[in-house]
C-alpha cells in the first residue's frame, strides 16, 4: 500500500487504543515508514464519506460597541 501522504511504503501494524468506545483495544492498520500517517478501516470509511461543503455560509460580523 502506497501512503496517500507522501505515496512511500507503508506496512501493516497492530495498535491499541486504551479510549476506544467500540470494546475493542487492538486494531489493525497502515502506517508510513517515512512520514508517520496512520491509516485504518475508519479513516478510510470517514474520508469516503465526507460531507458537502457549506456553501453561502457568511462569517457572522461582530459588533463593537
Request: aromatic share 8%; hydrophobic share 30%.
Amino acid at each position: 500500500m502506497d501512503c496517500p501522504r507522501c505515496q512511500n511504503e507503508m506496512i501493516e501494524e497492530e495498535f491499541s487504543d486504551l479510549r476506544d468506545d467500540t470494546g475493542y483495544m487492538n486494531f489493525r492498520g497502515w502506517r508510513c515508514i517515512l512520514c508517520g500517517e496512520i491509516v485504518d478501516s475508519v479513516i478510510l470509511e470517514n474520508r469516503r464519506n465526507r460531507p458537502a461543503p457549506l456553501v453561502g455560509r457568511n462569517r457572522k460580523i461582530m459588533a463593537y460597541s
